[in-house]
């Protein structure tokens, strides 16, 4: 029990390529096709397969949480799913880098005090600590790690990705 949460993204591949507006062959799509064993002529008709992943996974960090509710679901929080734009993530990413560079250059007091004002620490049915402590600054740096690999792996502009953020406790 507990607040668990979930970016995931999911991706959609199609066999139609839609420059010339005639079915293709493109390679991931076949090769997703012949993993999950699925008849390839059944598909003929609608030739497209949507794939979803966790792609980052945090426990009981409620500063990330807070963002994301205060940010996109202004402040209501209902375990709803939210839609998660790219520049968002970029967002996020920024105000991480902008704690772990306070947290090294900074005294202890004055870097809290900026966490406090950045990402302060939100309240809620097992939540986690409300401390600024090596737990919080653990959540930041694997909230920046994780949005610098995942920005680096889904390229700006690109159509077929789609970022949502849920939580459940």
């Avoid at 900074?106 to 986690?128: I, R, T």
Wanted: proline fraction near 3%; hydrophobic fraction near 35%.
């Amino acid at each position: 029990m507990g607040l668990d949460q979930y970016l995931n993204v999911s991706q959609s591949e199609s066999n139609w390529n839609f420059e010339v507006d005639e079915r293709g062959e493109n390679d991931k799509y076949n090769k997703i096709i012949d993993i999950m064993g699925l008849d390839k002529a059944r598909l003929e008709r609608h030739p497209s397969i949507k794939i979803e992943y966790t792609a980052i996974y945090w426990r009981k960090a409620n500063q990330i949480h807070g963002w994301f509710v205060n940010t996109l679901a202004d402040g209501e929080d209902e375990c709803q799913e939210m839609y998660v734009p790219r520049e968002a993530l970029v967002e996020l990413q920024s105000e991480c880098a902008k704690l772990l560079s306070a947290k090294a250059t900074l005294s202890d007091e004055a870097a809290k005090e900026l966490a406090m004002e950045v990402l302060p620490p939100m309240g809620g049915f097992f939540f986690g600590t409300y401390e600024i402590d090596e737990w919080y600054w653990g959540d930041i740096q694997h909230t920046y790690d994780s949005l610098t690999e995942l920005l680096n792996e889904i390229p700006e502009g690109s159509w077929n990705h789609f970022i949502t953020y849920q939580a459940s406790w």
